[in-house]
């Protein structure tokens, strides 16, 4: 594998969430091809991604990749998240963006002077997502019940 991957000149593709190794393609195309995919043998499918395993998107070993759904991908906490919250990153000095992961991906709250104000709301989002969560179990549970008794 070390063969193949020095062949190529790489370079660090900085995503929404995380840095990864990326190279272009030989030709002098436009396309880029990322590490993680020549690493697993392909580029995943739509509607799959390589998720690592640690979070680090530096690191390609074959033991820290797997392919799987976006849904899935997004159920998975960042690990570095570079301050002390989950949830919280700073996006520049002074600047802090907090997130939530939803079924469909990982949703922006907004962005805050602090890391502890972007936590506060992220506990608060996920305090009134919990109360919202019970509130539509025990109405369906209700409405089942209800259903039941005809």
């Known amino acids: 594998m070390y063969n193949t991957l020095s062949y190529f000149k790489w370079y660090l593709k900085q995503s929404r969430r ?34 690592h395993i640690d979070g680090n998107g530096l690191n390609n070993q074959r033991k820290n990749l797997k392919i799987v759904t976006i849904a899935e991908n997004n159920k998975h906490p ?40 972007a936590w506060e709301e992220v506990k608060a989002v996920e305090k009134a997502r919990e109360r919202l969560f019970w509130h539509d179990i025990k109405k369906r549970k209700t409405e089942v019940n209800t259903c039941s008794r005809t």
């Open 78 to 117: 960042l690990k570095i998240t570079h301050s002390g919250y989950p949830g919280v990153e700073s996006i520049k000095p002074g600047e802090w963006i907090a997130t939530i992961n939803l079924d469909k991906g990982k949703t922006d709250i907004g962005v805050f002077a602090t890391e502890e104000e």
């Open 18 to 51: 995380n840095v990864y190794a990326a190279t272009y393609d030989l030709r002098g195309l436009s396309k880029y091809y990322m590490m993680h995919w020549i690493v697993v043998g392909c580029k995943p499918e739509k509607g799959f991604v390589v998720h």
